[in-house]
Each structure stands twice: as structure tokens, then as C-alpha cells.
């Protein structure tokens, strides 16, 4: 029975490399770990980026030098085996904040010299002895807020640095049991089976109460906010969401997989809907928009206890006419 070991210790020496490598040293880095094809998706305005250099030169460079002596802190660390029909192969994924002095612009957004924290979750396919495929997403808006800068309207739920698991347990270098794996996978499958199209016929609360425990944490990213409790979570954002969009359609992920009691999933995009006005201040409008989103569970028994959320708010507001990078540079 597999149990992820080499792909998991192939990652942890992969992030052993880049995180020690100085500016000249880490495309060899990236090169060394990873496939000639491989393909590296981001955030706006990052996206897709298939070459090595190119993702120094873009991505890692700059920011290392903005947010100087920077430590990666993670939360979550786990690997699976794709559950998506037709996507097979081993994925590694590790969830947590990369921690430095932010000294330096980055993406125009002005230093505050203090400590930053950029959350971060990534999803990296693993073929043999290379990184073959990775999803990695972060929090530009959260570090926004943290240099006092206002890209949204004032949110629903709560700003916060977020922690990780309650039980800290969160990190799983060793195997797991496989039955476990399996349990929390299901607790997500019938999660996205109510979720549906928003038409299970359920009060809210009645319905989120099927597949999470009442006390559960939503982390959600900023602008929308962490939330706590099943009534919270359907006040503050759950019901909101629902109500400023219509027409959604479901497209799918590209990876899901689950480890022990975590577990979690991305897509590109997962799903796309029609604004009908009010989410996080914006009006309604006839365009469709796509929406990428990585979420990571924590499942308690048979039902989800906590949820963190990474949503590519700069994309989707793009897609409405609104840059909020370039608004923010001129702040």
C-alpha cells in the first residue's frame, strides 16, 4: 500500500533548497526539483508560468527581496493519491505562511519594515524523482491589509493572521492510516454533494449542519474573513455568497486528495458565476466570472471542523473591470 513517503521527503528537500537559496541560486533550484515541463500556476497577476527562470525572475526573487529574511511556517503538510476521475497521480500539499521583514516594495504594495505574513497554500504533483505540476496560491489582499492599505470593503467576518489546526497536528511527515484518509475524503465528497447548485431545498443552517460540526472555523481569505460557528459562518459569508451570485456552474478540480484527517482540494477555475450585486460591494453585472479556489479541511469524526480558504480575489475582480493592484499603487 502506497504511502506517499517519497513524494513527501522529494518536497521537503525540494523546499530545503529554495528556502536556503540566495537570489542566484534559485532558478538552479527550481530546475534541479523540477520537471523541464513543468507547469507552475499562481495568482493574479502571476498565472501560469511554465518556465524556471521565468518563475525566479516573476515570482520568487522579487519576493524574497520585499520581505527579507523570509521562513517558511507550515501548518498542514499531507499527500494523496488524486481522487479526480481521470486525474491519477501523487499530490503533496503543505498550507502555512511564509514569514519575513517586509522591507521593500512588492507588487507596489509600500513596505511597513515590520513582520508580514503571506499565507500560502500549494499543490505540487509529484512523478517519479520531480515536481511535475504545482498549484500555489497566496493572499495578496492579507498583505495588503497588514500594510494598512484598504483593498475591499469592510468585510463580513473577521481580519485575522491565521493559526492552523486546533490539535496541531497538522503535519504529516509520517504515513497515515489509509482508512483515515478515506473517512475524511468522504466527509468532503458529501460536503460539494449538498453544496450542489445551491438547491438541496434546506434552510442554510439545516444544511451546512449535515456536514459540519456546529463549532466549526470557516479561515476564509481577506475580504471575506474568518468566521466561527455554523451561524456565523451562514450570516457572514455562506448566505451572502449565495445571494450575490446566481447561474453558478460547477467546473470541476484538478486535484483532491485527503491524508488522515485532512484533506483538500484546488481547481482552475473550480466554478463560475453571475453577480447579482452586493458581494463585497460589487454591483450586479451580466459578466460571467470564473472563480479559483483552494480549500484545505479538517475533518472531527464524520463531519468537517475547520475549512481554510484561498481564493484568487484579484482574478475575479479583474474579470469585473476592477484592478485592484492598480488601485492600490495609487494609494
Same mark, same amino acid.
Given at each position: ?6 513524494? *513527501? ?8 533548497? =529554495?528556502?536556503? &537559496?540566495?537570489?542566484?541560486? !534559485?532558478?538552479?533550484? =527550481? ?21 524556471? $527562470?521565468?518563475? #525566479?525572475?516573476?515570482?520568487? !526573487?522579487?519576493?524574497?527581496? #520585499?520581505?527579507? %529574511? +523570509?521562513? %517558511? ?5 499531507? &499527500? ?27 507588487? $507596489? ?14 499543490? +505540487?504533483?509529484?512523478?517519479?524523482d520531480k515536481i511535475v505540476e504545482t498549484a500555489m496560491?497566496f493572499d495578496i489582499p492579507h498583505l495588503m491589509m497588514? #500594510? ?34 478515506? *473517512? ?5 465528497? &458529501?460536503? !460539494? ?30 475580504? !471575506? ?21 446566481? $447561474? ?24 463560475? &458565476? ?20 483552494? $480549500? ?36
Amino acid at each position: 500500500m502506497q504511502d506517499f513517503q517519497s513524494e *513527501k521527503n522529494l518536497v521537503r528537500r525540494y523546499y530545503g533548497a =529554495l528556502d536556503a &537559496a540566495e537570489n542566484g541560486r !534559485i532558478a538552479p533550484a =527550481l530546475r534541479e526539483f523540477t520537471s523541464n515541463d513543468h507547469l507552475w500556476r499562481g495568482c493574479h497577476p502571476f498565472n501560469e508560468i511554465d518556465d524556471a $527562470d521565468q518563475l #525566479a525572475q516573476r515570482f520568487w !526573487i522579487p519576493l524574497r527581496a #520585499a520581505i527579507r %529574511r +523570509m521562513q %517558511r511556517r507550515m501548518d498542514v503538510f499531507m &499527500a494523496g493519491e488524486n481522487s479526480v476521475e481521470g486525474g491519477a497521480g501523487v499530490w503533496v500539499c503543505s498550507m502555512g505562511h511564509l514569514v519575513g521583514l517586509f522591507d521593500r516594495p512588492w507588487l $507596489d504594495i509600500r513596505p511597513t519594515g515590520k513582520m508580514a505574513f503571506v499565507r500560502y497554500c500549494e499543490f +505540487m504533483k509529484v512523478e517519479g524523482d520531480k515536481i511535475v505540476e504545482t498549484a500555489m496560491f497566496f493572499d495578496i489582499p492579507h498583505l495588503m491589509m497588514q #500594510a494598512g492599505l484598504a483593498p475591499f470593503p469592510p468585510q463580513t467576518a473577521a481580519h485575522l493572521v491565521q493559526p492552523g489546526p486546533m490539535p496541531h497536528d497538522g503535519l504529516l511527515f509520517e504515513p497515515a492510516e489509509p482508512a483515515e484518509g478515506e *473517512k475524511t475524503l468522504a466527509a468532503i465528497e &458529501a460536503m !460539494i454533494d449538498d453544496l450542489g447548485n445551491w438547491d438541496l431545498g434546506l434552510p442554510l443552517e439545516e444544511e451546512l449542519a449535515r456536514t459540519w460540526h456546529d463549532d466549526m472555523i470557516w479561515w476564509g481569505p481577506a475580504g !471575506i474573513g474568518a468566521t466561527y460557528t455554523i451561524e456565523r459562518y451562514a450570516r457572514q459569508h455562506a448566505g451572502p455568497f449565495r445571494e450575490g451570485f446566481k $447561474d453558478r456552474v460547477f467546473y470541476g478540480h484538478r486535484c483532491r486528495i485527503g491524508e488522515g484527517h485532512y484533506g483538500g482540494f484546488f481547481g482552475w477555475p473550480n466554478f463560475s &458565476a453571475i453577480p447579482t450585486g452586493g458581494f463585497m460591494g460589487m454591483p450586479a453585472t451580466p459578466t460571467r466570472c470564473e472563480f479559483r479556489v483552494i $480549500d484545505i479541511y479538517r475533518r472531527r469524526g464524520d463531519k468537517l471542523a475547520e475549512n481554510w480558504i484561498f481564493i484568487d480575489l484579484l482574478h475575479f475582480f479583474k474579470q469585473q473591470g476592477v484592478d485592484v493592484l492598480e488601485r492600490m499603487a495609487r494609494v
